[in-house]
């Protein structure tokens, strides 16, 4: 038995009352949204079939799409031309090339192909590699983090250092040659008597403001070692090496300067990255082997 | 009953809204690309959300009002003068979308300035060798006489040699130095400096030391529209009469 409906209801009393033509009203109104929300994601929500053309594709290859903005770039690089300025067989071409691109891709996925055809397994390596390093750029580093990872290797920012030195060498049967060489340049900077006399005997080479590590290159690791810790006008004891006695001599030797942070900063940046990227890379290969099934045969364990 | 009324009328509203929004997104997607700064409606649409993506995305790096940041590199997406392309609204959403030297397969990713002044100067080209200090002097002359600064004669002469010789540079930055925007080789020859001051020091550095900014891909992360509706707020930055530059400006 329903409740008698007093007389002299507010508007607001109204509302708490049974009304079936509201309710009705209500359920329209829900049914009517609800379907409009389902249809939108029906026809738009990507992974579900649909008959309709995303807005930001071209085409629906088999529910897999062709990307309007690579369309309108092949047509770009093939053509030199914009969407508005190609003509129809240009478009039709184009659309033509891709569809029959993603068709072929699409059936060697059947096929199988990275199964048997070694560049295409390479490229899938390759690709997935690029895949994770790429998610390592995008994750932009804070200051605080490139701050923390220039403290802990501040010793790699440093700018490259260069020298200019006389490498004076003599056969190994004149070491006291050598050493008579050595005490004259002590005594003071090789005088042009010196070095036309030592440019004639041909021995030796002179490094005119080299870098360090092509100066390394020029006189080998060991005399190079010696060098770098010569002062300018230094110079070194006779070295003995299997061709020849080596002294050096020092002109001018500009060690490498440290990088503060803001002149590392670029690098600093780069070689985070490139951490970031041999990080992921190693946690996607952990993670892979970790879920998958590989099972070795006995004779090669 | 008039409550029903009201409540059918909201739910219309929203309907209509929603329809309108999805309308215009389409609109934008299928748009040219080029086309829609001459769109007023599109632009409209576009612009708020992408100077709100722009915040959260790109902001970081080229800063609130994309003016970029030449101590570390970030260029200045307001001065109209494109590393990369011609400042059209599809080259800067091929940048959005695939990045600059982003490991995406599809990025920029071809032209790297070589450290000259290390022992391997590219990864990539084994054929590109290490210059002397002295060769890298003479280049740094060479560039400043280009940009008009005053520069010793004798070694700008040496410096123009090993520009189109040894060096190889003409190979990118073309042989007049300035630049081809094809790979996202920079003019060399005006005062747009990406690193620095474009002084002694600074060009120093990119000779000896290289650079290799780095743009990250996006395509993984936003949707073709937030890229699109980005790259419409960039082109914005670099075109004063636009509502976005007007608002960043402080101009009405």
Not at chain 1, 10 to 35: I, K, Q
Not at chain 2, 74 to 95: A, F, K, M
Not at chain 2, 177 to 206: C, E, M, V
């Amino acid at each position: 038995m329903p409740k008698p409906i007093p007389s002299n209801l507010s508007p607001r009393d109204e509302v708490g009352r049974v009304s079936t033509r509201r309710s009705f009203a209500f359920m329209g109104c829900g049914a009517l949204l609800g379907l409009l929300m389902a249809g939108y994601s029906l026809f738009t929500a990507r992974g579900t079939s649909t008959l309709i053309v995303p807005p930001e594709d071209v085409a629906l290859v088999n529910q897999q799409p062709i990307s309007r903005s690579d369309y309108l770039l092949q047509l770009q690089t093939l053509y030199g031309v914009d969407l508005p300025h190609a003509t129809a067989a240009q478009r039709r071409k184009v659309l033509d090339d891709m569809i029959r691109e993603e068709l072929f891709v699409q059936r060697s996925k059947e096929l199988d192909v990275a199964s048997t055809d070694p560049d295409v397994r390479s490229a899938m390596v390759n690709a997935v590699e690029l895949e994770i390093a790429a998610d390592a750029i995008t994750a932009q580093p804070g200051e605080g983090q490139l701050r923390a990872y220039y403290a802990l290797h501040h010793a790699r920012y440093a700018s490259e250092g260069t020298m200019s030195l006389y490498d004076f060498a003599f056969p190994l049967s004149e070491a006291n040659a050598a050493t008579a060489a050595a005490a004259t340049l002590r005594a003071g900077a090789p005088t042009p008597e010196f070095l036309a006399r030592w440019r004639a005997s041909g021995s030796g080479k002179s490094l005119d403001d080299e870098f360090y590590f092509a100066a390394k290159i020029h006189l080998g690791e060991p005399l190079f070692a010696t060098a770098v810790d010569l002062p300018d006008g230094a110079v070194s004891v006779p070295i003995i090496r299997p061709d020849a006695v080596h002294v050096l001599y020092m002109i001018k030797n500009n060690k490498p300067v440290p990088f503060d942070f803001a002149a590392a900063r670029n690098q600093v940046l780069t070689d985070f990255r490139n951490d970031a990227v041999g990080h992921l890379r190693t946690g996607d290969e952990s993670f892979l082997r970790k879920r998958a099934n590989v099972l070795i045969a006995d004779d090669v364990r | 009953m008039r409550f029903s009324l009201f409540l059918a009328a909201v739910a219309c509203l929203a309907a209509a809204v929603l329809l309108q929004v999805s309308a215009l997104g389409s609109r934008l997607l299928r748009a040219d690309p080029d086309a829609i700064p001459a769109t007023e409606a599109l632009m409209a649409f576009a612009l708020g959300r992408g100077k709100a993506l722009f915040e959260v995305r790109c902001a970081a790096c080229h800063g609130i009002s994309g003016t970029g940041d030449a101590a570390r590199g970030v260029p200045d997406l307001s001065d109209g003068d494109w590393l990369y392309g011609t400042g059209l609204v599809s080259d800067i959403e091929q940048v959005i979308r695939y990045g600059i030297r982003s490991f995406h397969p599809k990025a920029w990713n071809l032209a790297i300035m070589p450290a000259y002044g290390t022992a391997q100067p590219s990864v990539r080209d084994a054929k590109i060798l290490p210059l002397s200090p002295g060769n890298i002097r003479d280049l740094v002359e060479f560039l400043m006489s280009q940009q008009g600064r005053a520069a010793d004669a004798a070694s700008t002469a040496r410096g123009a040699e090993i520009f189109v010789g040894a060096g190889g540079c003409y190979d990118c930055h073309a042989a007049d130095a300035k630049g081809d925007s094809a790979i996202g080789a920079p003019n060399l020859t005006d005062h747009i400096t990406l690193y620095g001051d474009g002084g002694r020091a600074a060009l120093w550095s990119s000779i000896a030391y290289g650079r290799h900014g780095v743009c990250p891909a996006w395509v993984a992360i936003l949707s073709p529209a937030e890229i699109r509706e980005t790259a419409i707020f960039v082109y914005s930055l670099s075109h004063p009469r636009s509502p976005a530059k007007a608002a960043l400006l402080g101009v009405q």
